[in-house]
């Protein structure tokens, strides 16, 4: 983790998921707009 970048926390969507809701995944927006790179770290969260 020396050289990965931590993000803050984004809210998810779980109806956007890669193969199931038990695997949820970012849209190319959030990736676009927090500039998100391979090997950062993400933790997302579900906001009811």
């Known amino acids: 983790m020396d050289n990965q970048k931590i993000m803050d926390k984004i809210s998810i969507d779980s109806n956007f998921n890669y193969l199931g809701f038990e695997k949820p995944a970012l849209s190319t ?5 927090f500039t998100i790179k391979e090997g950062d770290i993400v933790i ?3 906001d009811e």
């Open 29 to 33: 927006f959030d990736i676009e707009y």
């Open 44 to 46: 997302g969260y579900q």
